[in-house]
C-alpha cells in the first residue's frame, strides 16, 4: 500500500530558481521524511519531520507538514544542476509497524 | 557513517534459477528492510525484519523469501526467477527505535532473461 503520493511527478527550473514538491498522504502518521535518489543509485535521507511539527530547515531546505490537509511541501531554493535527481515521501504505516512506505516520486531536473 | 552495502551492482540471472541478493550493515542496526524500484511504481516493501531470524512480510513478498541469520546480514532469495522479477532491489536498515530515517545500499538492478 502506498501511504504518500507526490506531486507533481516530474519537474523542471532553471538552476538559481526554487522546487517544491507536494506529498500527501491518508491516515495519521507519527514523522514524514523525505529522501532523494540520483539516477539509479539509493536513497538518501534528507529531512524528517514530526507529526507535531510544522516547519523544519535544513540547509537550503524547508519542509513544510500540515496534518489537518494531509500533506507536505519540500522547497529546494537556489536550486543547482547538481540537485538533479528524484525526490520521495516517506511515512510511517498506517498499522504504526516500523515500516516506511514510500510514494512514487518526484523527477526534478535542474537545467544550467 | 552508517554503511549499507549490496553485494552485486548488476546481475543478470535466467529464468527458474535461485537467487541470493546480500545485504551487510556494519552499525548493529537492528531492523533490515528489502524494497522493489520499478519505474511508475516506486518503492514497494518485500520483505523487512527486526531481530535476527525475525522476519515479516512486507507488501509484495510472493515470490520471495528472506534470512537473516546475523544481525548484520539480510538476504532476499528469489526461490526460481521469473523476468516479471526483474528490478532495481534496494536494501536498507536503521537502528530499529522506531520510524527513523533509513540507510539505504546502493541497489542491485537485476535483469532474469
Known amino acids: 500500500s502506498q501511504q504518500g503520493e507526490e506531486d507533481p511527478q516530474a519537474l523542471s527550473i532553471q538552476e538559481g530558481e526554487n522546487a517544491t514538491m507536494n506529498c500527501s498522504y491518508k491516515?495519521?502518521?507519527?514523522?514524514l521524511q523525505w529522501y532523494r535518489q540520483n539516477s539509479g543509485r539509493g536513497l538518501v535521507h534528507l529531512i524528517l519531520?514530526?507529526?507535531?511539527?510544522r516547519e523544519k530547515h535544513s540547509g537550503r531546505l524547508r519542509v513544510t507538514l500540515d496534518t489537518s490537509k494531509k500533506s507536505s511541501s519540500l522547497l529546494i531554493t537556489a536550486s543547482r544542476a547538481a540537485d538533479t535527481a528524484s525526490y520521495f515521501c516517506?511515512?510511517?504505516?498506517?498499522?504504526?509497524?516500523?515500516?516506511?512506505?514510500f510514494g512514487k516520486g518526484t523527477k526534478l531536473t535542474v537545467n544550467p | 557513517d552508517v554503511k549499507v552495502t549490496q553485494s552485486s551492482r548488476y546481475l543478470v540471472k535466467r529464468t527458474g534459477e535461485k537467487v541470493f541478493l546480500e545485504c551487510v550493515q556494519d552499525?548493529?542496526?537492528?531492523?533490515m528492510f528489502w524494497y522493489r524500484q520499478d519505474p511508475g511504481l516506486g518503492l514497494r516493501l518485500i520483505y523487512f525484519?527486526?531481530?535476527?531470524?525475525?522476519?515479516e512480510k512486507g507488501d509484495i513478498p510472493e515470490g520471495y523469501s528472506v534470512s537473516r541469520e546475523k544481525k548484520e546480514r539480510f538476504s532476499l532469495i528469489l526461490e526460481s526467477a521469473s523476468t516479471n522479477q526483474t528490478s532495481m532491489y534496494l536494501c536498507a536498515s536503521n537502528p530499529g527505535t522506531g520510524w527513523e530515517k533509513l540507510f539505504f545500499g546502493s541497489g542491485t538492478q537485476l535483469s532474469v532473461l
Open positions: 516517506a511515512t510511517d504505516d498506517e498499522g504504526g509497524s516500523e515500516k516506511l512506505v
Open positions: 519531520i514530526r507529526s507535531n511539527e
Open positions: 525484519s527486526y531481530d535476527v531470524k525475525m522476519k
Open positions: 552499525m548493529d542496526h537492528e531492523n
Open positions: 491516515t495519521s502518521i507519527n514523522n
